[in-house]
C-alpha cells in the first residue's frame, strides 16, 4: 500500500496534474477518432515526475477508457502495475482463479487510497467497466514502456492467450 501511497500523492501534485491534463487531452482525441475503440493511451515520460518515482517504476501511462464499456480480459507476465484512478471511476476487476472480483475505484481524492488506486501483480488477469463516462487512469508498470507485454485470451479458445509488446498498438 506504500508504493501506492506514493504514487498518488506524486500524481497529486499541482504541476504533474497540468502535464497530464495535457496529455489526456490527446488521448482523449485519439479515442473519439476511433469510434470502435474501446480505450486509447499514451506513455508518460518519466522525467515528468522529476525523479519522484520508486526505483521500482520503469513507464507510465495515461488511459482514457470508453464510457459504458467492457475493455476485456488482459494481463501483463512481465510488470507489476499499479494504477490510479484520476478522472472518473469504474469498477477495476480481478480474476482470483473463480470468478471477476470488483474494485470500484475513484477520483475523488478524499476517498480512501484503496478506493482511488490498486495494484496488480504480474499474471494477473483484469478488465475495466466503464460506466457512463468515459474513465481516465494513470498507470504505472515495473518495466520500461518498449518492454510491456500484453496477453489477452483467444476468444475461441481461452486456454489459449495472444500476447504482444504494448506498445506496438495504440487503440483496442
Known amino acids: 500500500m506504500e508504493i501506492l501511497q506514493i ?25 473519439s477518432s476511433d469510434r470502435g475503440a474501446l480505450l486509447s493511451w499514451e506513455t508518460v515520460p518519466l522525467e515528468v515526475f522529476s525523479k519522484t518515482l520508486p526505483n521500482t ?4 501511462w495515461v488511459f482514457v477508457l470508453r464510457a459504458n464499456s467492457c475493455t476485456g480480459a488482459e494481463r501483463h507476465p512481465n510488470s507489476h502495475q499499479r494504477m490510479i ?10 480474476w482470483d482463479g473463480e470468478k471477476w472480483c470488483s474494485n470500484l475505484l475513484v477520483s ?8 482511488r488506486c490498486l495494484s496488480i501483480p504480474p499474471t494477473t488477469w483484469h478488465q475495466a467497466v466503464v460506466p457512463e463516462n468515459n474513465w ?15 496477453e489477452r ?9 495472444y500476447k504482444r509488446k504494448y506498445i506496438e498498438k495504440q487503440t483496442l
Request: glycine share 2%.
Open 57 to 60: 517504476i520503469k513507464s507510465s
Open 153 to 161: 485470451p483467444d476468444p475461441n479458445d481461452p486456454q489459449l492467450t
Open 7 to 31: 504514487l498518488d500523492t506524486i500524481v497529486r501534485q499541482q504541476s504533474i496534474i497540468s502535464l497530464l491534463e495535457q496529455l489526456i487531452v490527446r488521448v482523449e482525441k485519439k479515442l
Open 108 to 115: 475523488d481524492t478524499s476517498a480512501q487510497i484503496e478506493k
Open 136 to 150: 481516465v487512469v494513470v498507470s504505472f508498470h515495473t518495466v520500461l514502456a518498449n518492454e510491456l507485454i500484453e
Open 85 to 94: 484512478s484520476f478522472h472518473g471511476s469504474g469498477d477495476l476487476q480481478v
